[in-house]
C-alpha cells in the first residue's frame, strides 16, 4: 500500500510558477509509473505528466514546454515544477501512481492562477 500526499499549491498571478510536491509513505524505487493529474471544476480529471522509473517522460499537449516532472527516489518524492501557469492551469492537482496492480491517489493540492 502507498499513501500519497501533495503539497505547495497555491494563489499565483498568471505568468507565475509553483513547484508541488508529492510525498509517498514507503519507497519508491521499484514504482514504474507515477504521476500528475488535474480536476477543473465541473470538467473530468485529466493527465498532466508521467514519469517512469527510468525517467521517460510524457505531458499533456496543453502543458508541454511550461511543466517539468521529476523524481528523487531517495527523497521518495514526485515533484511538478509549473512554469508560464494560466488560468487555465486552474485546478486540484493529485498525485499518483500505479503499484502492484492498484491504482493510488493522493487528497489534491489546489492551484489557482489569476488573470
Known amino acids: 500500500q502507498v499513501q500519497l500526499v501533495e503539497s505547495g499549491g497555491g494563489l499565483v498571478q498568471a505568468g507565475g510558477s509553483l513547484r508541488l510536491s508529492c510525498a509517498a509513505s514507503r519507497n519508491i524505487f521499484s514504482i514504474n509509473a507515477m504521476g500528475w493529474y488535474r480536476q477543473a471544476p465541473g470538467k473530468q480529471r485529466e493527465l498532466v505528466a508521467t514519469?517512469?522509473?527510468?525517467?521517460?517522460?510524457n505531458y499533456a499537449d496543453s502543458v508541454k514546454g511550461r511543466f517539468t516532472i521529476s523524481r528523487d527516489n531517495a527523497k521518495n518524492t514526485v515533484y511538478l515544477q509549473m512554469n508560464s501557469l494560466k488560468p487555465e492551469d486552474t485546478a486540484v492537482y493529485y498525485c499518483?501512481?500505479?503499484?502492484?496492480?492498484?491504482?493510488?491517489w493522493g487528497q489534491g493540492t489546489q492551484v489557482t492562477v489569476s488573470s
Open positions: 499518483n501512481c500505479y503499484s502492484g496492480g492498484l491504482n493510488y
Open positions: 514519469i517512469t522509473s527510468d525517467r521517460i517522460t
